[in-house]
């Protein structure tokens, strides 16, 4: 019983020391950053970085899901990345329905995926700014606003 946990325990640290790229594997860096969507007048604006000196010919995929985090997602779409380029923006302006939509940046050549990120767009017009009337006359004040003028 002794030699086969000695064996055992043998085998396994062979395993790890050997194959150290298995065990301790770490990504490259990403090839976006600072993937954020913001919310609009029936609409979203996705925004993007993408890290200096990536690999030229990459194309990112930009992914929507309608009802849940988990998809299905639907490509709506793809953007070419361009060296010297490194700020990119998308406005969808394809929604449906007042609800909550999750996009998802993909990146097929490297296999890398951002997201999801969820944002709800607003579906009732924007508020507008208040303007005070306007006296027309020298005698006029805020209280002829609001009465009918008397006939004489």
Known sequence: MRKMA??????????IFLTPEITWTQKADPT???????????????????KEG???????????????EEGPYKELDAV??????NVYEYIDKSMGAEAKYYYKLVIKETDETF????????????????????????GDSILSLFFLPSKS
């Open 115 to 138: 997201g999801p990120i969820p944002t709800r767009p607003y579906f009732s017009p924007p508020a507008t700014h208040y303007q005070p009337p306007i006296l027309r006359q020298r």
């Open 80 to 85: 070419n990345l361009i060296s010297g380029k």
């Open 54 to 68: 990536f690999k030229s010919g990459l194309a990112v995929q930009i992914l929507r899901a309608d009802t849940f």
């Open 6 to 15: 000695i064996s055992f325990f043998c085998l396994m640290l062979t395993i």
């Open 32 to 50: 976006v950053l600072d993937f954020k969507v913001q919310a609009l007048y029936r609409a979203a604006k996705l925004t993007w970085k993408a």
